[in-house]
């Protein structure tokens, strides 16, 4: 017995899909889509908007008489399906912020030049590229290979350790807490 209940419940499963296939397929004739997705524009929501695709073939599987309901009365139904307009939605790009001055490399590197002509080690901090411990380190050993010392190669490499033990050390916290 419960075994032809299982089969009741599968037959009724393909019957639902079978109507809502056929509603489908009424509904593109109508409004003159290519595939089904395009439906999705003549489905108001309730949040404002359209229906999103992913919800139509949800619907679909998991509830196709409310989608079926849905389809009859905004585009079956009606004498001339509408178009909703679209939610409206932040433009791209939007969390970017306008009070940044963006500077290309080349820019930059100017910017660096003047600052080091300058002497102003504050600014030259602030646009130095930052290093890893391991870079900045070859490079302090380089420079004094070929018998050049130079104090933003050293402010380098000690920043460098400094962040690193900064890392560390809150690493070392999360571990122990």
């Not at 089969?7 to 109508?30: D, L, M």
């Not at 820019?107 to 600052?115: D, F, K, P, V, Y």
Request: hydrophobic share 35%.
């Amino acid at each position: 017995m419960n075994y032809s209940g299982k089969e009741e419940t599968i037959v009724q499963k393909q019957k639902n899909f079978k109507e809502i296939e056929e509603v489908i397929t009424r509904a593109i004739k109508k409004v003159g889509a290519r595939k089904e997705n395009d439906l999705c524009k003549y489905i108001p929501m309730n949040q404002g908007g359209y229906m999103h695709h992913f919800t139509l073939r949800k619907m679909k599987k998991k509830q196709p008489q409310e989608l079926s309901v849905l389809i009859e009365r905004y585009i079956i139904n009606a004498d001339r399906p509408l178009v909703v307009t679209p939610k409206k939605r932040a433009p791209r790009g939007s969390r970017k912020r306008k009070d940044q001055v963006i500077f290309s490399k080349n820019q930059l590197e100017r910017m660096l030049n003047i600052a080091r002509l300058a002497g102003d080690k504050e600014i030259i901090s602030i646009l130095s590229p930052k290093k890893s411990l391991a870079g900045a380190k070859r490079e302090l050993i380089q420079s004094i290979r070929h018998n050049k010392i130079e104090q933003e190669l050293w402010n380098n490499y000690v920043e460098s350790a400094n962040a690193n033990q900064l890392i560390l050390a809150k690493e070392a916290s999360l571990i122990n807490s």
